[in-house]
């Protein structure tokens, strides 16, 4: 009897596309003002809840605004703005507490909002070439602790292997000097024999 499973798959999220650059304009136009307007009410009420927890030492509040955050912001930059401007600490489980060693910096907390005090950090484009450089590291480590053989496959690697753009401009410097005329080749003069002197007897 053969038994045959059934998977489940969620339905793809119907959503209404904006046709023509006119139309997505104008919507690009209202999200930024609509996400400077959000910004402002969470900086506010971040504030708020700041200012709360020091009067009355109380940080049940915190929790609900990470709560309401939107998915996509930096709850983890907030956390950090948290616990440098006020009195609170969290856990490595996430637990919130209320931490009376770190002093309430109001002031400094409402002149610089959460994203200003952490940024984001910059995107650092993938090195493709050092990636392929570790992971062949790895296999070579590999062979002399284990014995497995991974000659084929680092070959296969270093074919694949792009060149990044020093080696590139190595390789031109080298051609270059390569097709470099060569300095005439200087042929030294041949020795000059002395004389000979006859002695008297």
């Known amino acids: 009897m053969s038994v045959t499973n059934t998977v489940k798959t969620t339905a793809p999220a119907v959503i209404k596309l904006i046709e ?13 003002a609509r996400g400077a307007s959000l910004q402002r009410d969470i900086h506010t009420a971040a504030c708020s809840v700041l200012s709360h927890v020091g009067k009355h030492k109380d940080v049940r509040l915190v929790t609900k605004l990470l709560e309401s955050m ?16 006020g009195p609170v600490a969290f856990s490595e489980k996430g637990e919130i507490k209320y931490a009376p060693e770190n002093r309430m910096l109001l002031g400094n907390a409402m002149a610089k909002p ?12 993938m090195d ?21 053989d991974h000659t084929a496959l680092v070959s296969q ?10 080696t590139a401009k190595r390789d031109s410097q080298n051609e270059k000097v390569a097709k470099a005329p060569k300095a005439p080749k200087v042929t030294a003069p041949a020795p000059v024999e002395a004389p000979k002197v006859a002695v008297a007897a």
Not at 20 to 32: F, P
Request: aromatic share 12%; no cysteine.
């Open 114 to 125: 959460f994203w200003a005090f952490k940024p984001e950090a910059a995107y650092v484009p």
């Open 70 to 85: 939107p998915d996509m912001s930096r709850k983890n930059a907030l956390k950090a703005w948290f616990e440098h401007h």
């Open 128 to 148: 493709v070439s050092a990636s392929f450089d570790s992971f062949i590291k790895k296999l070579e480590k590999d062979h002399k602790e284990t014995g497995r």
């Open 157 to 166: 690697l270093l074919k694949l292997r792009p060149d990044t753009d020093e």
């Open 20 to 32: 023509g650059e006119k139309a997505i304009t104008k919507a690009l136009e209202s999200i930024k």
